[in-house]
């Protein structure tokens, strides 16, 4: 079976497996405050593609681990994911009216419920992880998980890569400085997860040290791919404004490179990814497969 047709075995049935798991994890929105909990399960249940679940699947799968124990780190990673999408739409951030092909969290709600309901999201993400009544993994590898997910989600991972995109605009990037900020904005997540699933099997630093190598470029490689659609794709296929970064005058990889050359340096990127897997020496299909679908995805 080629990459691709074993990821499409597995990966709707992962999107289920969240989606479940989230159902159960995010407070029913019966209970108090209704209005908060209600705006957590729109913006994190049946949501997106669960790309960064996919690759905590992906990653325990080449290394043995059962999807049982996985299901937490992939639901805590897409929990902060939820969240940092809730926030980059707020009028604060890039003001986006649509998001996962419906009103974004604020336009559906309020601006301040959607601030709040992010924010809960996200310490959410730490509750799951933290649930002394969770037993799947040691409370070592917990603790060494929780590290990674803090770590990207603050001032030098996603927190703080949003502070660089927010002041790009007045200056002139170079390709450095753009890929720079989306190392922290977009790739420290991606590293998250696949860091993640390698935790749940193994705190080998060679093996974390290969997983690293496989999961940075593959970070840059999905954002310079959601650079392209952005401005080539539209906006139903996308479940997100077509052309907003143009709109906003948003430097990219797409506006500075150009279509092709922005392809031909994420497909370099892919390359490099998957050279990194050769190190691990188990059967990485999946991660390969996550690699090849990163730069030929159309949303
Ligand atoms: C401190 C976590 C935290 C956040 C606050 C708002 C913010 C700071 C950071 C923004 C991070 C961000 C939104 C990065 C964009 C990453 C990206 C390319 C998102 C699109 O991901 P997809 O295509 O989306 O996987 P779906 O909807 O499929 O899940």
């Given at each position: 079976m080629n990459q691709s047709a074993a990821l499409h075995d597995h990966w709707p049935r992962w999107r289920e497996r969240i989606d479940k798991s989230l159902e159960d994890l995010i407070p029913d929105a019966t209970l108090s405050p209704p209005l908060l909990h209600e705006a957590m399960r729109y913006s994190g249940i049946s949501a997106g593609k669960r790309y960064?679940?996919?690759?905590?699947?992906?990653?325990?799968?080449?290394?043995?681990?059962?999807?049982?124990?996985?299901?937490?780190?992939?639901?805590?990673?897409?929990?902060?994911?939820?969240?940092?999408?809730?926030?980059?739409?707020?009028?604060?951030?890039?003001?986006?009216?649509?998001?996962?092909?419906?009103?974004?969290?604020?336009?559906?709600?309020?601006?301040?419920?959607?601030?709040?309901?992010?924010?809960?999201?996200?310490?959410?993400?730490?509750?799951?992880?933290?649930?002394?009544?969770?037993?799947?993994?040691?409370?070592?590898?917990?603790?060494?998980?929780?590290?990674?997910?803090?770590?990207?989600?603050?001032?030098l991972g996603l927190a703080g890569g949003q502070v660089l995109d927010l002041n790009m605009n007045s200056q002139e990037p170079t390709l450095e400085t753009l890929a720079a900020m989306h190392r922290c904005k977009t790739g420290a997540l991606i590293e998250a997860a696949v860091l993640m699933g390698g935790l749940c099997a193994t705190d080998d630093f060679a093996t974390l040290a290969c997983l690293k190598n496989y999961a940075q470029p593959l970070g840059l490689a999905f954002q310079?791919?959601?650079?392209?659609?952005?401005?080539?794709?539209?906006?139903?296929?996308?479940?997100?404004?077509?052309?907003?970064?143009?709109?906003r005058g948003q430097p990219t990889f797409l506006s500075i490179l150009g279509e092709a050359p922005a392809r031909k340096y994420a497909e370099e990127l892919k390359d490099k990814a998957i050279d990194a897997l050769d190190d691990l020496g188990v059967d990485t299909t999946l991660l390969a497969g996550l690699a090849q679908f990163t730069v030929t995805r159309s949303h």
């Open positions: 960064r679940a996919a690759l905590v699947y992906a990653t325990g799968h080449a290394l043995c681990v059962g999807e049982d124990t996985l299901d937490r780190p992939a639901c805590a990673v897409e929990l902060i994911h939820a969240f940092s999408l809730v926030h980059d739409d707020l009028p604060a951030m890039d003001d986006d009216d649509l998001r996962r092909g419906k009103p974004s969290c604020h336009k559906a709600f309020d601006e301040a419920t959607a601030i709040l309901a992010g924010d809960a999201l996200q310490t959410l993400a730490f509750a799951v992880l933290s649930d002394s009544d969770w037993h799947a993994l040691s409370p070592k590898v917990r603790l060494n998980m929780l590290n990674v997910l803090a770590n990207a989600s603050g001032s310079v791919i959601d650079d392209v659609l952005d401005g080539t794709g539209d906006t139903v296929t996308l479940g997100k404004p077509a052309g907003a970064d143009q709109e």
